[in-house]
């Protein structure tokens, strides 16, 4: 295989990502080793860490996805199953100068991808997304590789790992929490993590299957969340965690079965992140709600809003110096102790970890946070080509009438009342909108302004 093209709707901001059988196979995952294997060539690396998740197809794609890599020349090492934080741990723990995760994430059963890193030791080092996975396909197209012949070795970092997920296990009293693997591909480490980690530890869908057969592993989806609630209340347990396919965020319900979104997580972690860096810089996206912002400032540390995606928030990171940045999507990257990437796994340690060392409860953590009414996160359809166009229409419109905006991804307005948001997404047609407020009028207000704005670009609003 000398030139490959790969179909563009698999070509993602923040991955190489489609169905199997459909618009992504095996010769994909072939082309993908050869360019990214040369990209990390020609960025000076050797090595490559390959890991998979849970998904029937898996094992398949990580196999032609390591034939290619060998094809190149680098030594690739082989983790095997397990969550996508595990392969971004052993990229550390191996000393390797990148890794390459087969993963569909979140997504459903039928669809797969690549998640890419180039490691810090390299000058390019960091995630891969945006312009760089279209050079990457760039390459395929013009059958750029470097061809070499490599080795492969088969290694388990699993012990390593897990040890390194309790390190900062703080804790005084033991707590009684569910976890909800929703049979995605933490299963077995979360199994033997409970096991050395104190307390009483009750688990919910340990078994890892790729058909995902009791509900969908995506825990911003609340209805992803009734049987750890319902497991929580019946246990009377402190608290549950939840993650996603590959385990990379989280979700989390408390002692009283109510729902914590990514923004409260990441408001309370920063309460005790900012004990050890005051003044520290501690980032959310653009659809976190104003209450963590006013929360971080409260405590002594200094907010900033970023735009969605974890790519952007980890390079924003490094960037800043942060110890803590989170999305509401339930990504969150702790610096402070860890390596700065997204691990729930290791967000439900920190959580259990404060929990008990502060000797409170989730519960009494979250009523200390005010509440707010707000939307869910609202999507709808949009031709590719206009999403953008609409944003820079509704901020020419905003602007002009003077209103508060902010623009730092789409346009995130602030009113009396509280505020809105619309952003284009990175990876689908659609606009994405969300509105928050003090009270139910004033959310209508907000709902009112923002779906005027849409309808004056032409787009029909969601019901």
């Known amino acids: 295989m000398n030139r490959y093209e790969f179909n ?26 050869r360019a990214f294997g040369t990209r990390v060539l020609r960025a000076g690396g050797k090595s490559i860490a390959v890991g998979f998740d849970g998904r029937t197809h898996s094992p398949s794609l990580e196999s032609k996805l390591v034939e290619g890599l060998l094809s190149t020349g680098l030594k690739v090492m082989r983790i095997g199953l397990g969550p996508t934080p595990m392969l971004y741990f052993s990229v550390y723990h191996l000393n390797a100068d990148a890794g390459i995760m087969v993963t569909g994430s979140h997504n ?8 890419m890193l180039l490691s810090k030791q390299l000058k390019e080092g960091g995630p891969v997304y945006g312009e760089q996975i ?6 395929s197209a013009k059958g750029d590789f470097i061809t070499g012949n490599g080795e492969a070795e088969k290694v388990d970092v699993s012990e390593a790992y897990i040890t390194r997920l309790l390190k900062d296990y703080q804790g005084k009293a033991p707590l009684k929490v569910v976890w909800d693997n929703g049979n995605g591909a933490a299963g077995d480490i979360v199994t033997r993590l409970t096991e050395r980690l104190p307390g009483e530890h009750i688990l919910l ?23 750890l609630q319902a497991m929580v209340e019946k246990t009377k347990a402190d608290l549950g965690v939840a993650f996603d396919g590959d385990a990379d965020r989280i979700g989390a319900v408390d002692g009283k079965s109510r729902i914590l979104a990514g923004d409260q997580l990441v408001a309370l972690y920063a309460r005790e992140v900012l004990e050890n860096f005051p003044g520290s810089t501690i980032i959310a996206d653009v659809k976190a709600s104003q209450i963590l912002f006013d929360d971080v400032k409260t405590h002594g540390g200094n907010p900033l809003m970023w735009k969605t995606g974890h790519s ?16 509401m999507s339930g990504h969150i990257f702790f610096a402070d102790k860890f390596f700065g990437h997204d691990d729930a796994v290791y967000c439900a340690v920190r959580l259990i970890s404060m929990i008990s060392r502060m000797e409170t409860s989730l519960a009494e953590l979250r009523d200390t946070l ?8 609202l999507r709808f359809a949009v031709e590719e080509s206009r999403k953008f166009a609409v944003i820079d229409e509704v901020k020419a419109r905003l602007q002009k009438s003077g209103a508060n905006v902010n623009s730092t991804d789409g346009v995130r307005v602030s009113t009396p009342d509280g505020w809105w948001l619309l952003r284009a997404s990175n990876t689908q047609a659609v606009l994405v909108a969300r509105a928050e407020a003090k009270d139910e009028a004033g959310l209508n207000r907000l709902k009112s302004q923002l779906s005027q704005q849409v309808k004056e670009s032409g787009i029909a609003f969601p019901s």
């Open 8 to 33: 563009p709707v698999i070509l993602r901001e923040y991955d190489v990502r489609g169905t199997v059988g459909k618009d992504l196979n095996q010769q994909d995952a072939i082309a993908i080793g």
């Open 205 to 227: 869908y340990p078994e890892i299957d790729g058909r995902f057969p009791n509900h969908h592993p995506d825990p911003t989806v609340h209805e992803n969340l009734r049987d």
């Open 370 to 377: 005010p509440e707010m009414i707000n939307t869910p996160e």
């Open 134 to 139: 279209k050079a990457l396909a760039a390459m």
């Open 312 to 327: 952007l928030i980890k390079v924003k990171m490094a960037e800043t110096k942060s110890p803590l940045a989170g999305e």
């Open 108 to 115: 459903p059963p039928d669809q797969n991808g690549f998640k």
